[in-house]
């Protein structure tokens, strides 16, 4: 079985501070993660995801997230947050015996504040 | 226009009634997919379907049901609707890459259902 923790279901910042997103999975086999990102009165949509290559991924709009088998984690970073940033961030999680689905964490709101 | 759109985006019904959400797709995929949202459970899925022939059940699928009309269209029913019902839903779709599943969903923009 799979499973996703995400730890914090709200998140405050000042702009032009770190923004930090934190993500713990259960995975009994080696999983495929993801970054998928919810602005207001929209649907998700993908911001990154890790498949086995490099454990430091790239994302759009200038987050990233690194992969640590050791600590089961995958947090979501950004160096220096903006407005537009605002939104719903989802961690998931598939494995190759999980029947080609996505388990999806419950969800951190970030807050930007001016 | 969306390339995955919903209807209706707004439904406010009452308990017992029936309940149709339907999905069309534009993207040419054959992978289509209904979660439910709830505040802090984040995405659970119902149902998924792989193509028209294949209809598979997700980790809630009780009390709803699905037809897949045709590759671009999915639906969700609500046969009796329940006020635990209330919740937004999505549809979204995916395609795999050499028969890998990617992760990659395509979302539409949600159906937000009040069940009074």
């Known amino acids: 079985a799979q499973s996703v923790t995400q730890l914090g279901s709200h998140v405050s910042v000042s702009e032009g501070a770190l923004v930090l997103l934190r993500c713990n999975y259960s995975?009994?086999?080696?999983?495929?993660l993801f970054w998928y990102v919810q602005y207001p009165n929209q649907g998700l949509q993908l911001l990154l995801k890790?498949?086995?290559?490099?454990?430091l991924v790239k994302g759009i709009n200038g987050f990233e997230a690194e992969f640590k088998k050791s600590e089961t984690s995958f947090h979501l970073t950004k160096p220096s947050a903006h407005m537009s940033d605002a939104a719903e961030y989802f961690c998931?999680?598939?494995?190759?015996?999980?029947?080609?689905?996505?388990?999806f964490g419950g969800g951190t709101r970030l807050m930007v504040k001016p | 226009d969306a390339d995955v759109t919903q209807t209706p985006r707004n439904r406010i019904t009452k308990t017992g009634k029936r309940i149709m959400l339907e999905c069309s797709q534009t993207?040419?995929?054959?992978?289509m997919y209904w979660y439910r949202q709830d505040p802090g459970l984040g995405l659970r899925l119902i149902y998924y379907?792989?193509?028209?022939?294949?209809?598979n059940k997700g980790e809630i699928s009780d009390g709803y049901s699905v037809s897949r009309q045709a590759q671009a269209k999915f639906s969700l029913s609500l046969e009796s609707a329940i006020p635990n019902q209330t919740a937004l839903y999505f549809c979204?779709?995916?395609?795999?890459?050499?028969?890998?599943?990617?992760?990659?969903?395509?979302f539409g923009e949600g159906s937000r259902l009040t069940v009074l």
């Open positions: 993207k040419g995929h054959d992978r």
């Open positions: 998931a999680v598939n494995t190759n015996n999980a029947g080609n689905m996505l388990t």
């Open positions: 995975s009994s086999v080696p999983p495929y």
């Open positions: 379907s792989f193509d028209v022939k294949d209809i």
């Open positions: 979204a779709t995916s395609e795999p890459h050499g028969g890998a599943f990617t992760g990659e969903l395509f």
């Open positions: 890790y498949t086995s290559a490099a454990t």
